[in-house]
């Protein structure tokens, strides 16, 4: 059965072409369906797309179909039940089954249709969370918690590394911290950090979910398993914050390059949400908060660090112990205490009091002795490597020889490895030349030599001359030489020839 809306595009599209197959081939129905509605129009009677489904070849199996619609909660496959009426000498086509399985199977629909009755709020009673999946940040997919607040459908985002019990409580306290109060019901999945398992259909709760909830003050329910239409809030929630937070090519958002540029996405998509104004309330959220408030009950001013793990000092190498390993954290956290926990291969490592309580690091496992360092957590520090000193001047030589340039530098480190002698004397001789040929000409001729490993007296000039293109003077012309000349033997007359010699 066409809806209103594509019986009114089939009719639109006829009465633009005026051609049935056209019309069909615009809205993608048959061009018989399109003759139908528009006889139908024309005759002022009820306009029906589909006719009923009457087939006489399926009408003596149609007992058998309705017990397998019955049999599988109107999910059972047309195919399916072709190949099941082949067997029992059903001789219709599989395009009459299609036909006669939908129909009875939108009867069975109608018929057993869940029917909802509305859910009537009231300030301060409820809050619903749930999870969507995040993106993919670091080869690791983020965990979106996502919290509801039922009567002023106030909406909180918080992207989490994991769904483990302290992932969840700091996103719930951060959650009442955001709507600046807690309610007095938390509705939740059946997750393994609510419920531990289910008797006779009863839920057994998780004894640090209740640690938790006793330390808020609310009382946390969880929904019927597999039944997503009890906290239909939150799951709208989730499925709002995938579409805009998750990048794909409906939204055109490119990758996030850290954590914190997701964290920072979600409070500004928070923002948007709750400043519009709802679809049902008409009102933006935030102004329904403020109204929320006053039956919201107050939360303790430390978060339920318990679940953050256990308590660690900082020693002054940025490093806690855990199981004797060590771990590093960022280096302002030095000196001071955070809160460590081992997931089942990680370890995650908790800084900050209150709602400021974030996490700081994470580590894979190491064994005992071992340590695991990340050097992005120590960006304040400087370097002391004792084979790659660098040179500092300590007097005025040594500074005019340094602020050569790097060739001085290299020179100074190389020599020095090789325990050249009189190093302070070649240091000299090289702030001379650089006043006679120049800086840059001396610094390149001292990397030179350091390359080289020429060291010695004379060896600097050498290089700078070579590198100039000079060359050694020969000596002085031909016309100054103080030599005898061989001018006189020219009044002796050539010498005979060896022919006339011998005649």
Known sequence: MLSKEK???VLEAYDLTKSYRSAGQLTGV???TVKRLVVARALG?????????RSKVAEAFADKIIEWIEHSNGKVRADVVHEKLVQM???GSERTTRRVVAALKAAYEHEHHRVYKPWITEPGAWLQYDFGTGPVIGEVAVVLFCAWLAWSRFRVIVPLRDKSMPSIVAALDRSFRAIGGAPTYVLTDNERTVTDRHICGIAVRNRTALDVASYYGVTIATCVPYDPESKGGSESTVRIAKADLVPTEYNLRDGYGSFAELDQACLDLSAVLNARPHSVTRRPPNELLAVEAGALHAIPAEP???AFGESRSVSWSSTVSYRSARYSVPDHLAGGRVWVRATADELVIVAGEGSGATEVARHRLVGPGHTSIDDAHYRHHIARDPLGRTPKATKPSEEAFLSLGAGAKLYLVEAAAAGVRRIEARMAEAVTLSSLHGRDVVDRALGTAAIAGRFSEG????IIVHGAGATRPSGPPAEHSLAAGTAMWSALGPEPDDE???R
């Open 7 to 9: 019986q009114m595009e």
């Open 30 to 32: 048959d061009h018989h």
């Open 45 to 53: 009677t009820e306009i029906c797309a589909e006719p009923a489904v």
């Open 89 to 91: 000498g059903y001789r």
């Open 304 to 306: 339920y660090t318990a």
């Open 459 to 462: 060896d600097l000039g050498s």
């Open 500 to 502: 006339e010699d011998e």
